[in-house]
């Protein structure tokens, strides 16, 4: 499973668009340059102080505004320049959007460590032996819709974040293992029987971890965990022989674990 440069793919993107639209400029529309240089300055700013959601916003309002000046017959310019100016904003914006969301990803305390679980799966299973009385325990702690916390404040999500992380690694025992496997999802890996990790979480670490709070502009925000939870022994060691065969049976359970909206 080799981990993607997402960041440097759209960075890649961002100098192949602005040189693209920079020759073609210089070529074809020489008269809106300026216009384009302003462009990236403004995408360059909007980016950098507004949340996602407004970024959002000001893609679809300078979509609509371009319609009406550039179309409508406000301004009159030659088609292709008006396409160029109609579209090259809301792209921009879209593709510095797409950097902004990697550069905090990469820059979090807590990195995804996708790859390492999977290493860890396998040598756990393979160290087991899986005699009938051995078990490895697999638990996986979601925080419920966190991909909309990024959206309202990115940096407060990685200090969140990075507390989950922290309460729960603080919780954990000799040979219990713990790795962020992206999106808001924890999971723990342990051969030991010294204790069942599921009802370790459901009586003691969900209510220290729900005490967390969200510090967003409004005001805090309560936040609120789901899990899944697996045993695999003798009985069922083919089924889950994989990594990617109980990642995806955890992340299932996650959608049965209703939590209440308050």
Same mark, same amino acid.
């Given at each position: ?45 909007? %980016? ?13 309002? @300078? ?16 088609? #292709? ?12 914006? !879209? ?16 990195? #995804? ?14 160290? @087991? ?14 925080? %419920? ?36 496997? %992206? ?8 051969? @030991? ?25 409004? !005001? ?21 022989? @994989? ?20």
């Amino acid at each position: 499973m080799k981990r993607r440069n997402h960041l440097g793919d759209w960075m890649l993107i961002l100098v192949g668009f602005e040189l693209a639209v920079l020759l073609y400029c210089l070529f074809f529309a020489r008269e809106i340059i300026i216009e384009e240089a302003l462009f990236l300055v403004l995408a360059l700013f909007a %980016s950098l102080v507004l949340s996602n959601l407004l970024l959002t916003w000001t893609i679809l309002i @300078s979509v609509g505004l371009g319609i009406v000046f550039l179309v409508a017959g406000v301004v009159y310019i030659p088609a #292709n320049q008006a396409l160029l100016l109609l579209f090259s904003f809301p792209i921009l914006v !879209g593709i510095l959007s797409k950097i902004r969301y990697y550069l905090f990803k990469e820059v979090a305390k807590v990195q #995804n460590q996708e790859e390492e679980a999977e290493v860890a799966y396998r040598s756990l299973l393979e160290s @087991s032996g899986f005699q009938q009385e051995q078990k490895l325990q697999a638990l996986l702690i979601h925080w %419920s819709h966190e991909e909309l916390f990024y959206q309202i404040h990115p940096r407060e999500y990685n200090r969140t974040l990075n507390q989950i992380h922290y309460l729960i690694g603080h919780h954990l025992i000799q040979d219990e293992r713990l790795y962020y496997v %992206s999106d808001g999802n924890f999971l723990v890996l342990t051969n @030991s029987q010294q204790r069942n990790l599921q009802e370790y979480y459901q009586l003691y670490l969900k209510n220290q971890l729900e005490s967390l709070v969200f510090k967003g502009e409004d !005001g805090n925000q309560a936040i609120q965990f789901q899990k899944g939870y697996l045993v695999v022994d003798a009985t069922n060691r083919t089924k889950f022989h @994989s990594y990617q065969e109980a990642i995806s049976n955890l992340k299932r359970q996650l959608e049965t674990d209703i939590i209440v909206e308050y």
